[in-house]
């Protein structure tokens, strides 16, 4: 009777409910060869960057003067950062892209929220060693991924903000999905611990079915800033709302507890339908991999302790793995710990925009082992970056003093918008970008390099 159940949890999705890492691995050559017989040549990616120099630097001599401050206004060397920008960072969330691509298959709408959730999960994969911090974007900064043509999708990401750093993200697929985002990051330095807490709501929808997820991130803590080695945990939980069907996910990233017996990095949910009724049990690590599992039962437990709620003790089939990480790639502990992905992310392409992480000029020179170029580089741009707001500034107050409205700094490729579902005010795309790639116009972009 299990087996007949477990394979009408499968009928609504495609035959690979059941997939591993090898599955995915699998579904991106198949995706390779049938763009290839289509007359594409696929452009071969970049598997290695230069060996990451061995630069020392007294960490505390810089860090002691932020204790309790927003660390995006403070200037850093590059020594403490790796050769991506923020932008490269947050399109690195789509790594595991063929989750959603098995979830529009879905047609019952609780199975796809178990691929959502575990999609929202493994964007948390590839920062389990990546300790050093991404370059701050530049405002007007612009970071395009576009694998149409081999992977079905595109991205793009713009620096809306400076202070508070803000970028705005937009991907679509042509499988079937839109995902849209705009995040804010709020950094505190607390002396032995940094956290970074990312702000905003991230939006995805599946074009047939209209389902449209809601979620935000967890917060992030780098541990040992001072001694000791560099360590990261991501705790608190996230909440996924499907806004047509009600349904919701709960999910819990335990903090890391010398003390507990629990697995490391151990994340737990329940995907509950509308009616508030527990169907799928959510677990693993947000370093490895996500299974769910199909309740047959729930029921109270006996509560252990005075004062605490019981425990609810679910009855549930095998569990099956929705998601498991790629293995780095060989010598990532000399390229930053970068996933084959991440390798990619800073390769040089002809006909971005001028505005595109890839031609930031310090982050090219870190790339290449030229630190202490890369550091009167940095500077370089920063100065520029506070001229121009300085210039904004004198604008503005000109406006005032003739009684002009003075809207700002505008985004090229974004704009702002009061979201119908969740009322918040966000960065949302309003196109033009792919049109002007293709015509090679950058007339309109900034000159921010």
């Not at 007359?39 to 003067?65: E, F």
């Not at 293995?327 to 930053?336: D, G, H, I, K, V």
């Not at 202490?372 to 506070?386: C, I, T, V, Y």
């Amino acid at each position: 009777r299990a087996s007949s159940n477990i394979s009408a949890a499968s009928e609504g999705c495609s035959d690979d409910w059941h997939f591993s890492g090898s599955t995915l691995d699998a579904a991106t050559h198949t995706a390779l060869r049938s763009s290839s017989k289509h007359g594409s040549l696929q452009k071969q990616r970049r598997t290695h960057i230069p060996d990451k120099p061995n630069y020392s630097l007294n960490l505390w001599s810089i860090m002691k003067n932020c204790i309790g401050k927003e660390l995006s206004k403070i200037p850093m060397p590059i020594n403490f950062n790796e050769p991506l920008s923020m932008l490269q960072r947050l399109t690195e969330d789509l790594e595991y892209h063929e989750l959603l691509d098995r979830a529009v298959r879905c047609e019952n709408a609780i199975e796809q929220m178990c691929f959502v959730a575990a999609f929202s999960v493994s964007s948390y994969s590839t920062t389990v060693q990546r300790t050093a911090k991404p370059f701050n974007p530049l405002l007007g900064e612009t970071f395009e991924l576009d694998r149409l043509e081999d992977l079905g999708f595109r991205s793009i990401c713009e620096q809306v903000s400076h202070h508070p750093p803000a970028a705005a993200h937009h991907v679509y697929s042509r499988r079937g999905w839109t995902l849209r985002q705009e995040i804010t990051i709020a950094s505190k330095f607390r002396g032995k611990y940094l956290s970074i807490m990312p702000l905003g709501t991230i939006h995805l929808e599946f074009h047939s079915s209209g389902n449209h997820y809601i979620w935000q991130k967890v917060t992030s803590t780098v541990h040992n800033i001072i001694v000791g080695k560099l360590w990261i945990d991501q705790s608190g939980d996230i909440e996924i709302l499907n806004h047509k069907s009600k349904d919701k996910c709960h999910l819990k990233f335990t903090p890391y507890s010398y003390f507990s017996r629990d697995v490391p990095r151990k994340v737990t949910g329940v995907v509950m339908d509308a009616h508030g009724n527990e169907r799928y049990v959510m677990s693993g690590t947000w370093d490895e991999k996500m299974e769910c599992s199909k309740i047959i039962e729930a029921s109270q437990g006996n509560s252990i302790a005075e004062g605490k709620l019981p425990r609810t003790l679910y009855q549930t089939l095998s569990p099956k793995v929705l998601w498991r990480k790629y293995p780095l790639p060989e010598n990532a502990e000399n390229m930053y710990f970068f996933s084959k992905l991440a390798l990619t992310l800073n390769e040089p392409e002809d006909g971005v925009a001028p505005t595109d992480s890839r031609v930031r000029p310090d982050q090219r020179l870190m790339e290449n082992g030229k630190w202490d170029e890369a550091n009167m580089e940095k500077q370089r741009l920063e100065e520029k970056q506070r001229a121009v707001r300085r210039h904004r500034e004198v604008e503005a107050a000109g406006a005032l003093v003739e009684g002009k409205d003075y809207k700002g700094y505008i985004p090229l490729w974004f704009e702002r918008k009061v979201d119908p579902v969740t009322g918040e005010l966000m960065c949302v795309y309003k196109g033009g970008y792919w049109e002007s790639k293709q015509k090679q116009n950058w007339s309109q972009c900034p000159s921010i390099f």
